[in-house]
C-alpha cells in the first residue's frame, strides 16, 4: 500500500511541475494499492500540483444520448477519471463525444466551448494544454492512450479521417451527426515512447505499482511533427497486419493527386 504522501513526492521526482498544467492519461489497475483508492491518487495528484496547478484529464463519452456534462458518465477512462469528473468544483468541457475534466486556475480556459471536429484539434482542451505549455502524464498506460498524439495528427494535417455517430442537441431534439476524426487503433502510437526518451525529452519512473511517463505537450506534437512530415501514415498499422481501424483510416486517404 502506497500514501498520498508517498505518491506525492514519486510525481514531484518524476517532474510534475508544481503550479502547472498536468494533463494525466491512468488506469488505477496498474497504480493499486494506494491509500485512499482513486480519490487517493486525486487527492496526490492535485497535492502535486498545489493551488496553483490545473489537473486535466479524459471524460470521455459513448455520444450514444444527449450529453450532459453534469451526468453523462465517461465511457473507457477508467475508474479514476470519472470519480474525478464527478468531484465538486471540476469543470467538464462541452463535446459531446470528447470532452475533458479540468480543476484548478486555468480549468476554466481548458474547458471552454470547442468545434465538433477534431475533437483533439487545437482548438481543445488538449490544444490548450499544449498552448499552456503543460505536461502530460502517462500513469500505466502507454502512448496509445496518449491523446496529445491525435492533436499532433490534427496539426501536422494526416491525410486519413474517420466519421462517427455521435448524437447532439440541435435545436433542442436529439439528432445523430458524423464527427470526423483521425481514428485508428492507436497501437503505433507507441512509437513516440522511443522518440522522446532518444531525445531525452520523456522522464519515467515508479508511481505506486505503475511505471509512468511524464512529458512536455509541446515535445509530444514537436516530435510526432518530425515523423510525420516524413511519413504521414506512420502512426497506421501496415496492410499487412490486416488491422480492421487502421485499414478503414488508410481507405480514407484520398488519391496522391486529390490531395490539396
Ligand atoms: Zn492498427
Redesign the pocket.
Known amino acids: 500500500m502506497v500514501s498520498i504522501e508517498q505518491l506525492v513526492e514519486q510525481l514531484r521526482a518524476l517532474g510534475v511541475r508544481p503550479g502547472g498544467v498536468l494533463l494525466v492519461h491512468t488506469a488505477f489497475t496498474e497504480v493499486r494499492p494506494v491509500e485512499g483508492g482513486p480519490l487517493g491518487l486525486i487527492d496526490a495528484l492535485r497535492a502535486a500540483l498545489g493551488p496553483g496547478g490545473t489537473l486535466v484529464m479524459p471524460a470521455m463519452t459513448d455520444g450514444e444520448s444527449v450529453f450532459d456534462p453534469a451526468t453523462t458518465p465517461t465511457a473507457g477512462m477508467g475508474i479514476t477519471a470519472e470519480l474525478f469528473r464527478r468531484q465538486p468544483g471540476v469543470l467538464r468541457s462541452t463535446h459531446p463525444g470528447g470532452s475533458f475534466a479540468a480543476a484548478g486556475p486555468l480549468a476554466e480556459r481548458i474547458c471552454a466551448p470547442q468545434p465538433l471536429s477534431p475533437p483533439h484539434g487545437p482548438d481543445s482542451p488538449v490544444g490548450r494544454v499544449h498552448d499552456l505549455d503543460g505536461q502530460v502524464l502517462l500513469l500505466g498506460v502507454s502512448h496509445s492512450e496518449n491523446t496529445t498524439l491525435h492533436l499532433a495528427e490534427a496539426i501536422a494535417r494526416v491525410p486519413y479521417s474517420v466519421s462517427h455517430p455521435c448524437v447532439v442537441e440541435l435545436d433542442g431534439a436529439a439528432r445523430t451527426v458524423m464527427i470526423a476524426e483521425t481514428d485508428?487503433?492507436c497501437?503505433?502510437f507507441r512509437l513516440a515512447d522511443e522518440w522522446l526518451y532518444a531525445r531525452r525529452l520523456q522522464d519515467g519512473g515508479p508511481v505506486g505499482a505503475a511505471y509512468a511517463r511524464l512529458c512536455r505537450s509541446r515535445d509530444i506534437v514537436a516530435v510526432a511533427a518530425l515523423h510525420l512530415a516524413r511519413d504521414p501514415l506512420i502512426f497506421?498499422?501496415p496492410p499487412s497486419?490486416a488491422?480492421e481501424?487502421?485499414d478503414l483510416a488508410r481507405a480514407s486517404v484520398p488519391p496522391a493527386g486529390a490531395r490539396p
Open positions: 485508428h487503433c497501437v503505433r497506421l498499422c497486419a488491422c481501424e487502421c
